[in-house]
C-alpha cells in the first residue's frame, strides 16, 4: 500500500476513534472540548468544591504529594492541569529560588490561578500556559520534575500524557500524580458509590450551578485504571522506579516513576 494510502487510512482511523467521556462513549476528536466545558463551568468555585467534597482532606492528599516531590533549592516544575494553582503555590513555598510552569489546556482555570498567584506574590516565580498534555510546548529534558493532580483521568489519551511528561524530563527527573482510585477498602466501597453518584452531583448543584459536571468527575474516576494498571502505564512510557501509595483508605494514590 502506498503512503499516501496509509496516511488516509490512519486519517480515517483517528476520525473515527472512540473513548469515554464518564460512562459515556464519544469520538476521541470530542472529548477535549467537553472537558472543556466541565471546568469552564466549575473554574470559580472549583477549590472550594474540592475542600466540600473532600471535606477539606484534599489539602492533606496535596501535601503529601509535595513531600514525595521533596523540591530543592532552584528546581524546575512543571504542573500539569494545575490550573488554579494549588500544587504550584506548594511547591514554590518549598523550594528557594524554584520555579513552576503551570500547565492547563483549560483557559480558565488558569484565569483563576494567575488571579491567585498575582494576589499571593507569587508572580515573578510561576507562569501560566495554556496546552494539551498530549503535546507539550517545552523542550526535551527541560524539567526537573512533572507533577499531575487530579487531571490525568480527564486526558483522551492517557499513554500520549505518559510519554509527553518523560520527554520533557530530565534524567532524574521525577513524575509525581496523584490522583483518585475506582476502588477502595472493601469496608468502604458501598459508602464511596453512595456518596459519589448520590451526594456529590447534588452538591455540585448547590454550590457550583452545575450537577452534570460533577456526576461526569464521578463517572471519569470509576472509569480510571486501578492503581496496578496505571503502574504499568508508566513503566510502558519508559519510568523507571515506579510505585505508588494510597491514603485515606484507597480513595487516592499517589503515583511516581523517574526517568533515568
Known amino acids: 500500500m502506498s503512503s499516501a494510502k496509509n496516511e488516509t487510512h490512519k486519517a480515517s482511523d483517528q ?7 464518564g460512562y459515556r462513549t464519544v469520538k476521541e476528536s470530542e472529548k477535549a472540548g467537553m472537558v472543556k466545558g466541565v471546568f469552564d463551568s466549575v473554574a470559580d468555585r472549583y477549590d472550594l468544591m474540592n475542600d466540600v467534597m473532600t471535606v477539606g482532606i484534599h489539602r492533606q492528599w496535596k501535601n503529601s504529594l509535595i513531600d514525595s516531590l521533596n ?3 532552584g528546581m524546575k516544575l512543571l504542573d500539569m492541569a494545575g490550573g488554579t494553582g494549588d500544587i504550584a503555590f506548594r511547591f514554590l513555598d518549598r523550594s528557594k529560588g524554584g520555579h513552576v510552569t503551570v500547565c492547563d ?21 510561576a507562569e501560566f500556559i495554556c496546552a494539551d ?3 507539550l510546548p517545552f523542550a526535551d529534558r527541560s524539567m526537573d520534575a512533572y507533577t ?6 480527564n486526558v483522551t489519551r492517557i499513554d500520549e500524557a505518559l510519554a509527553e511528561a518523560y520527554r520533557v524530563l530530565k534524567p532524574g527527573g521525577k513524575f509525581l500524580c496523584l490522583e483518585f482510585s475506582p476502588t477502595v477498602a472493601p469496608l468502604f466501597q458501598k459508602p464511596y ?13 448547590f454550590i457550583a450551578d452545575d450537577r452534570d459536571s460533577y456526576q461526569y468527575l464521578a463517572e471519569s474516576i470509576r472509569r480510571f485504571p486501578t492503581p496496578v494498571k496505571f503502574e504499568a502505564m508508566i513503566k510502558a512510557a519508559g ?7 494510597t491514603m485515606t483508605a484507597g480513595f487516592v494514590a499517589v503515583h511516581q516513576g523517574t526517568r533515568i
Open 133 to 135: 498534555a498530549m503535546k
Open 105 to 125: 489546556i483549560n483557559a480558565e482555570m488558569l484565569r483563576v490561578g494567575q488571579k491567585r498567584a498575582s494576589e499571593q506574590a507569587y508572580d515573578d516565580r
Open 239 to 245: 519510568f523507571s522506579r515506579t510505585g505508588y501509595r
Open 148 to 153: 499531575i493532580a487530579f487531571g490525568i483521568r
Open 15 to 21: 476520525e473515527n476513534a472512540t473513548t469515554h467521556f
Open 71 to 73: 523540591p530543592r533549592a
Open 193 to 205: 458509590d453512595a456518596y459519589s453518584f448520590n451526594i456529590m452531583p447534588v452538591l455540585g448543584d
